[in-house]
């Protein structure tokens, strides 16, 4: 589960470029918490934004189970919530996109 939560986020990461100002500002805040939560690395969350992933660490998957719990994608049990996560990524990049984004993710960490 670890593993498709990582690859997952990595590859949404990349896809989701555009986002406004007040998605970015929420998710900073979000970041941040996460951050001071899970005690990890802030360097290493901000090479895991640039799709260098420290594979092994386990802060680090702490801080990524965090910040997709607090978004709302990932359930309390570790289970990616396909609706939400859809319903987010539609706002930055259109249904269809988001439809791309998610069926490409899902197949790389499965």
């Not at 970041?31 to 799709?51: E, N, P, Q, S």
């Not at 998957?61 to 910040?67: E, N, R, T, V």
């Not at 396909?82 to 706002?91: D, G, N, Q, Y």
């Amino acid at each position: 589960m670890k593993t498709i939560a990582v690859v997952f986020a990595v590859c949404i990461v990349g896809a989701l470029g555009t986002l406004t100002e007040e998605h970015k500002a929420k998710l900073r805040e979000h970041r941040d918490k996460c951050i001071d939560d899970t005690k990890v690395d802030r360097t290493l969350v901000d090479k895991a934004h640039g799709g260098q992933w420290q594979e092994g660490d386990e802060k680090l998957q702490c801080f990524d189970a965090c910040l997709h719990k607090k978004l709302g994608m990932m359930a309390e049990d570790g289970k990616l919530n396909e609706e939400v996560s859809l319903a987010k990524m539609t706002l930055d990049v259109g249904a269809e996109k988001a439809r791309e984004i998610w069926d490409n993710c899902k197949d790389k960490s499965e």
